[in-house]
């Protein structure tokens, strides 16, 4: 059985003082769009991007893919092959 201990878990923290080293607002955005880029299948290029208001606010996220209606897995994710076809741009 785990004991439970007996002083607060904050002993010893300034409660008073802001938190030193916290995570500023830019920084956690870039980390939503870094995470929402993940989503992305492309297998060379991933891309997120986060959208806030004025207020600090998400208003989208989005991510770099096929076009609406177009199959990931129908449509090749090639770059740079001779073959037109076998480029993704060519359907983008």
């Not at 923290?13 to 916290?22: C, T």
């Not at 208003?59 to 770059?79: A, H, I, L, Q, V």
Request: net charge negative; glycine share 12%; with cysteine.
């Amino acid at each position: 059985m785990v004991g439970i201990p007996n002083e607060p878990l904050n002993e010893g923290v300034n409660l008073v003082a802001r938190q030193d080293g916290y995570l500023e607002d830019d920084d956690f955005f870039m980390g939503v769009a870094y995470l929402v880029a993940e989503l992305s299948k492309d297998p060379c290029t991933q891309l997120g991007a986060c959208i806030v208001d004025e207020r600090g606010h998400f208003t989208s996220t989005g991510y770099n893919g096929m076009p609406f209606g177009c199959s990931d897995d129908e449509f090749p994710w090639g770059k740079h092959n001779e073959d037109p076809l076998q480029n993704k741009s060519t359907f983008g």
